[in-house]
């Protein structure tokens, strides 16, 4: 199976940057992609990193190392309506979709 | 443009009810899934479509049914709801191929069973 690790809540001040950390456990995978959440909303698509290294799209930057096992999520220039649920997902056959449980991001002015 | 539709965006059963939670897509995807998200587990999937006719097990099937007679359609059935299937109800869509790894959810479906 596939297990994906991220911590479970962020606090940062607006304005700054915040990384958000996953770890994952699978025998396979394609790729991993990056979700937002809004309280009450569905979740939107954010990156997607099929290879190794930084994916950048605007604001928000994404990260893989499949020999580390590890990706992370950059938000730069945080600001309020960042405040939101993260989720890590890895991309397996099917094109089927395993999350991780979710980072809720807390902007403070 | 509608995206992918769900409805209906509330329901509640009674125990040993069944009831179909409908989705469609417009942008001609052919892969689509359902997932349930539950409080503090993130979203784990029930079941997915590779294409129309073709329909597999996700994480979490039991006690539920789909078919996919068509690209755009994907419904899901609660065969004989129970308390445990009370949760939000996601639809995604996305066009495959592992170089365009984004899906498009639905609004979801809050469903409560008594």
């Known amino acids: 199976g596939q297990s994906l690790e991220q911590p479970s809540e962020v606090t940062a001040v607006e304005g700054a940057i915040v990384q958000i950390n996953c770890t994952y456990q699978?025998?396979?995978?394609?790729?991993l992609s990056w979700y937002q959440q809004h309280d009450g909303g569905a979740p939107t698509f954010l990156s997607y990193?099929?290879?190794?290294g930084l994916e950048e799209t605007g604001r928000f930057s994404s990260f893989l190392s499949r020999s580390d096992s590890y990706g992370y999520l950059l938000l730069q220039e945080l600001q309020m309506k960042d405040s939101a649920s993260y989720f890590c997902?890895?991309?397996?056959?099917?094109?089927?979709?395993?999350f991780g449980t979710g980072t809720q991001l807390k902007v403070e002015l | 443009n509608a995206g992918v539709t769900q409805t209906p965006k509330f329901q509640v059963l009674k125990t040993g009810q069944s009831m179909t939670l409908q989705c469609a897509q417009d942008?001609?995807?052919?892969?689509m899934s359902w997932y349930r998200q539950d409080p503090g587990m993130g979203l784990r999937l029930i079941h997915y479509?590779?294409?129309?006719?073709?329909?597999d097990q996700g994480e979490v099937p039991n006690g539920y049914n789909v078919s996919r007679s068509t690209t755009e359609d994907f419904p899901l059935r609660l065969l004989s709801a129970a308390p445990s299937q009370t949760s939000v109800y996601f639809c995604?869509?996305?066009?495959?191929?592992?170089?365009?790894?984004?899906?498009?959810f639905g609004s979801g479906t809050r469903l409560t069973v008594v």
């Open positions: 990193n099929a290879l190794d």
């Open positions: 995604a869509s996305s066009y495959g191929g592992q170089t365009v790894g984004g899906y498009t």
């Open positions: 997902a890895l991309t397996g056959g099917g094109n089927k979709l395993t």
């Open positions: 699978t025998s396979g995978f394609y790729g």
């Open positions: 942008m001609n995807h052919e892969y």
């Open positions: 479509s590779v294409g129309a006719g073709i329909t």
